[in-house]
């Protein structure tokens, strides 16, 4: 079936330093490919998404380019902020069927 | 403004209790899901539903039930039967139609339930 690994954390960066977590996917056919970002005691919210091959999305300084190659959705950052300390979750979701998620990814940017 | 609503935010259960997490939605969605959440783990889901009237059992259903007689709702019961309750619970919703198909879930505020 539909997978999604995720690289694991604990990730700690300074702030201004640049972030990467890794995710690569196993599915058949086109998937969308998501990243959501989880702040302490709350739900998630999307942070970007690519609905097709080499589209890349991007918010908030985030980026994604879906890979369909190397099957990964990899998610940068050029320079954080204390601010963006959460756990990230990647997902997939192919057709209306339901959303694969990742482990998660704790990331604690320090001042 | 459209979104999903959890209620209650806080929930603390006696042992050898049922309790029912409430989720509502008016984003018009079709589908429906419940997951799972323990300190510093992913997801996991509990039960889904992609239209009403309609659910299936996620990859942890056992000591939970959900039933779906309206489009906007769907409560999840936590029986005694489920042996480790304590976790944080989170309902999501998304659309099915042709015109939105690979769209994102989205999320509720989450519900965290303790048991006392």
């Known amino acids: 079936g539909d997978s999604v690994t995720q690289m694991e954390g604990p990730v700690t960066l300074s702030e201004e330093a640049f972030l990467t977590i890794n995710c690569t996917y196993t599915a058949t056919g086109y998937p969308s490919l998501f990243w959501y970002v989880q702040y302490p005691g709350e739900g998630l919210q999307l942070l970007l998404k690519a609905t097709k091959a080499d589209d890349k999305g991007s918010n908030k300084g985030f980026e994604a380019t879906y890979r369909k190659e190397t099957t990964s959705f990899h998610l940068e950052k050029g320079s954080v902020q204390v601010s963006d300390s959460a756990v990230y979750f990647c997902a997939l979701r192919k057709g209306d069927y339901k959303l694969s998620f990742g482990a998660g990814t704790t990331v604690t940017v320090r001042a | 403004d459209g979104g999903i609503t959890q209620s209650p935010k806080y929930l603390f259960r006696k042992e050898g209790q049922n309790v029912t997490l409430s989720c509502e939605q008016n984003l018009n969605h079709d589908a429906m899901y419940w997951y799972r959440q323990d300190p510093g783990q992913g997801l996991r889901l509990i039960y889904y539903?992609?239209?009403?009237?309609?659910?299936q059992k996620g990859d942890i259903a056992e000591g939970y039930s959900v039933s779906r007689e309206k489009k906007e709702s769907f409560p999840l019961t936590v029986t005694s039967a489920q042996k480790n309750p304590t976790a944080f619970y989170l309902c999501?919703?998304?659309?099915?139609?042709?015109?939105?198909?690979?769209?994102?879930?989205?999320f509720g505020q989450g519900t965290r339930l303790t048991v006392v």
């Open positions: 999501a919703s998304s659309p099915r139609d042709r015109a939105h198909m690979n769209t994102e879930a989205f």
């Open positions: 539903s992609q239209i009403v009237n309609d659910f």
